[in-house]
């Protein structure tokens, strides 16, 4: 038909695709969060001697929600490790967030 406009590129790609952005970042950043939560909880049960020399690398990543924590609880030596997986569980996922929106940001500036 010779009045019809030629379809563009962007109608063409497939549904699958033209929900707009990829969930993964959203999946990422929520795993990110429920491990850091879990590690946070798993410190009441001793489990942090088990890891080894790895224990000072995950509670060096802990030490938000601790820092959190003891600010919340306004006591070092009595605070409460559920309060610190939340705040670990609210933290890491905005942080996780943040670095794949960047950097997505920045691999799509060099394409």
């Known amino acids: 038909m010779p009045n019809e ?5 962007d109608n063409r790609v497939p549904h699958a695709n ?3 952005q990829s969930r993964w970042p959203f999946i990422v950043a ?3 969060g429920i491990v850091t939560a879990l590690l946070t909880v798993s410190l009441e049960h001793s489990a942090s001697p ?3 020399d790895a224990g000072f ?8 929600g601790l820092l ?5 609880g306004g006591n070092a030596h009595a605070f ?5 997986a939340g705040i670990n569980c609210i933290f890491y996922p905005l942080l996780v967030w943040m670095i ?6 920045i691999l799509r500036l060099f394409r």
């Open 80 to 84: 409460s490790l559920w309060i610190a």
């Open 100 to 105: 794949t929106g960047i950097s997505r940001r």
């Open 57 to 64: 690398v995950v509670m060096a990543a802990l030490l938000p």
């Open 18 to 20: 033209g929900s707009g």
């Open 30 to 32: 929520l795993v990110a």
């Open 68 to 72: 959190g924590s003891i600010a919340i």
């Open 50 to 52: 088990s890891f080894g």
């Open 5 to 9: 406009a030629p379809e563009s590129a």
